[in-house]
């Protein structure tokens, strides 16, 4: 564990909203790690830059839209989650030993949190294994969503996008991992119920599609929006009496993912008291 003073940041843009830094000074201040984690608004123009320049007092980042992808061509080397999805929302800073000049080096390192996100929230809700999903959105965090269904069992999956040309990276990610993906416009909901409809359209979206009565109260809705929320989307779910998934708990989850990258270098390495520090990020978001 690196116990000396570090300075980390969410970058995007809008990131007015989001709750990160209430997250991550949670888990900080649990470990009793004198950490400073702020946010950045920044688009992909400047991201770059803003990678390059950081000193050797930085630990890491968090990227939310639209840098998840922008910052592929930035990274050293990259988790095979980052290489799977195309995505990358956690961004390492390792130092290694000096150059021939005698200067510092460091490996600018990649990770998706996001799949882990999403697999437990929908692990902690009862979802255990969802055949049939609808998913909503064709962006970096739909391949998250794919990637973590497919874990759980999904074996068919529709995607409902604005842009359906653009799915199509999606619909080989699926052909990867022996999911049958078939892509439609948004507002094609009808003819059938899907175990789960899986929303990464963002949360001020006013517009949601029109689902038949039959998805609202059979399916699960598991929305990865939770600022403003709940969402538009969500809103209709819960009128009809229908379960939503709060995208609050895959970025819980997910950021207790990037806590354990910062401090141990590993999404898998198990934190010091876990369980007390998750508790701590829970509570500062409650």
């Known amino acids: 564990m690196s116990s000396g003073a570090a300075r980390l940041a969410v970058l995007g843009q809008p990131i007015a909203h989001s709750k990160s830094p209430l997250l991550h000074s949670a888990a900080y201040a649990a470990l009793g790690l004198d950490w400073r984690y702020d946010r950045v608004e ?67 390192r990649g990770f998706n949190t996001d799949v882990y996100g999403v697999s437990q929230a929908l692990k902690v809700a009862g979802v255990g294994k969802p055949r049939l999903v609808h998913v909503l959105g064709a962006g970096a965090t ?23 040309a653009k799915a199509a990276p999606l619909v080989e990610l699926g052909e990867s991992l022996g999911i049958d993906v078939t892509v439609r416009p948004l507002d094609e909901t009808g003819g059938e119920v899907p175990d789960l409809v899986a929303s990464a359209l963002p949360g001020h979206v006013e517009h949601a599609p029109r689902f038949p009565i039959e998805v ?22 819960l009128e009809h009496g229908g379960t939503v998934v709060s995208g609050l708990e895959m970025l819980l989850h997910q950021a207790l993912a990037q806590v354990r990258i910062f401090v141990t270098g590993s999404p898998v390495t198990v934190l010091p008291d876990e369980d007390a520090v998750f508790a701590a990020m829970r509570g500062a978001v409650a």
């Open 42 to 108: 920044l688009s992909g123009e400047g991201l770059e830059h803003f990678i390059r320049s950081r000193d050797s007092g930085w630990r890491g980042l968090s990227l939310t839209m639209p840098l998840k992808r922008d910052v592929l061509p930035l990274l050293d080397a990259s988790d095979p989650l980052v290489s799977l999805t195309g995505a990358a929302n956690t961004v390492l800073f390792e130092p290694g030993a000096a150059d021939s000049d005698g200067l510092p080096t460091r490996t600018v």
């Open 142 to 164: 739909a391949a998250s969503i794919i990637v973590a269904v497919g874990e759980l069992g999904a074996r068919s999956i529709v995607i409902l996008a604005r842009t359906p």
């Open 216 to 237: 609202y109260t059979g399916s699960v809705l598991f929305d990865v929006a939770y600022d403003p929320w709940p969402s538009a989307l969500a809103t209709t779910w």
